[in-house]
């Protein structure tokens, strides 16, 4: 694995809920989903994770302009990566957080056993 890369999927339960929401959303076997919810464990993301501020950021040169970014409730913050990679390459802070509130099409508590697609937050 190269240093400045970080995997597209990086904890079992994104995994766990891709799978399930695959599963909820096509109608496909869940064996069949797990397979290919499990080839997206081996896509790379090139970031450096926690690199330092550039220079020019760090000594005042420039203004680092924070984006604070919401991927709604679709998919994740992963999802979205070729686009928060090009306004970080611009010269923006990208913060982009995850919902962990059930209104995320997979998410999946930290103490969740259940693999089935969350129930709308409007009911």
């Given at each position: 694995m ?55 950021f ?9 984006v ?15 686009i ?22 997979y ?17």
């Amino acid at each position: 694995m190269r240093e400045d890369s970080v995997t597209f999927l990086r904890y079992p339960k994104s995994l766990s809920g891709l799978t399930a929401a695959y599963t909820w959303r096509d109608g496909c076997s869940k064996g069949l989903n797990r397979i290919r919810a499990k080839f997206m464990t081996f896509v790379m993301v090139p970031v450096a994770e926690n690199a330092p501020i550039a220079s020019v950021f760090a000594h005042g040169k420039s203004k680092l302009v924070p984006v604070v970014f919401s991927h709604g409730e679709s998919y994740d913050r992963m999802s979205y990566c070729a686009i928060l990679g090009e306004l970080a390459s611009q010269g923006f802070l990208v913060i982009a957080l995850n919902h962990n509130d059930g209104s995320c099409m997979y998410t999946m508590g930290p103490n969740s056993e259940d693999n089935e697609a969350p129930e709308s937050i409007d009911q």
